[in-house]
C-alpha cells in the first residue's frame, strides 16, 4: 500500500548530538514536510520541500537540517543546536497545486537522554 | 498573517451526543482552503475534509457535518451521534499563501473524549 514510513518510532538524543529521523514516502508525490508538535500546540512547520535538491525554511527551522536527494525521502537532522527537541516529529506529503492534502507518515517521537 | 483558532482546548461527551468543535480563522487572502485533521492516539493525522473559500455549501459525510461561513469566518465540525471512537485530537487547519509555496497553518487542536 502507498503511504509515508517513518523511523524509528521513538528517539533518544544524548547532550551534543545530531539525530536524523527518516521519511520516505511512495505515493510519487512533490512536496515534502517535517513539523514538529508540543503537547496542546499544534503543528509547527520546521522544513518544506517541494522539489528535489530544493527545500525552505519553515517557522521554526533553527536547530534542525534537511535535504531531499530523492523525491521520495526527506530526511530531518535535529542537531546540537536545537537545545529543546523533546517533541513528537510528523513528516508529510501532498500533490502540488491547489492545495492538495497532506498525508502524514505515524511520527517519531524524540526524547533527551 | 494566517491565523487559526480552536478556542476548545477539550471536550468530553458521552456516546451518542452531538459534538460541534469550534474553528475561527483569519487571512487576508481571497482564495483560501480550510481543513480539518483527526489525530487519534496512533499519532497520524487522518485528513477528513478540504474546503475552498468559494464553495459555502456544508457538507455531510456520515455522521460527520460541516458548517462553513465566510461572514464570521468559521468552519465549524460537527459529530452526530458521536462514537467512543471518534476520541481524538481534531485539527483545523488554513493554507498559507507566500512566494507560490503551498504551506497549513494549523489550530492547537481540540482534544474529544467520548465516554461510553
Known amino acids: 500500500d502507498g503511504g509515508i514510513t517513518q523511523s524509528p518510532k521513538y528517539l533518544f538524543r544524548k547532550e551534543g548530538q545530531n539525530v536524523t529521523l527518516s521519511c520516505e514516502q511512495n505515493?510519487?508525490?512533490?512536496?515534502m514536510y517535517w513539523y514538529r508538535q508540543d503537547p496542546g500546540q499544534g503543528l509547527r512547520l520546521i522544513y518544506y520541500?517541494?522539489?528535489?535538491?530544493?527545500?525552505q525554511k519553515g517557522d521554526i527551522a533553527e536547530g534542525y537540517s534537511v535535504s531531499r536527494e530523492k523525491k521520495e525521502s526527506f530526511p530531518l537532522t535535529v542537531t546540537s543546536a536545537q537545545k529543546n527537541p523533546t517533541a513528537f516529529y510528523l513528516c508529510?506529503?501532498?500533490?502540488?497545486?491547489?492545495?492538495?492534502?497532506?498525508?502524514f507518515g505515524d511520527g517519531t517521537r524524540l526524547s533527551i537522554l | 498573517a494566517q491565523k487559526v483558532t480552536q478556542a476548545q482546548t477539550e471536550i468530553s461527551v458521552v456516546e451518542k451526543e452531538d459534538v460541534t468543535l469550534d474553528c475561527v480563522y483569519e487571512?487576508?487572502?481571497?482564495?483560501?482552503?480550510l481543513f480539518w485533521y483527526k489525530q487519534p492516539p496512533s499519532g497520524e493525522l487522518v485528513f477528513l475534509i478540504r474546503?475552498?473559500?468559494?464553495?459555502?455549501q456544508n457538507e455531510i459525510s456520515g455522521r460527520y457535518s460541516w458548517n462553513f461561513q465566510k461572514s464570521t469566518s468559521s468552519f465549524n465540525f460537527t459529530i452526530t451521534a458521536s462514537q467512543v471512537v471518534d476520541s481524538a485530537v481534531y485539527f483545523c487547519?488554513?493554507?498559507?499563501?507566500?512566494?507560490?509555496?503551498?504551506?497549513?497553518?494549523f489550530g492547537k487542536g481540540t482534544k474529544l473524549t467520548v465516554n461510553p
Open positions: 508529510a506529503s501532498s500533490i502540488l497545486g491547489r492545495y492538495q492534502p497532506q498525508h
Open positions: 505515493l510519487n508525490h512533490d512536496a
Open positions: 520541500s517541494q522539489i528535489v535538491n530544493d527545500f
Open positions: 487571512t487576508r487572502d481571497t482564495t483560501y482552503y
Open positions: 474546503r475552498n473559500s468559494f464553495d459555502e
Open positions: 487547519a488554513l493554507s498559507e499563501s507566500q512566494g507560490g509555496s503551498e504551506k497549513l497553518v
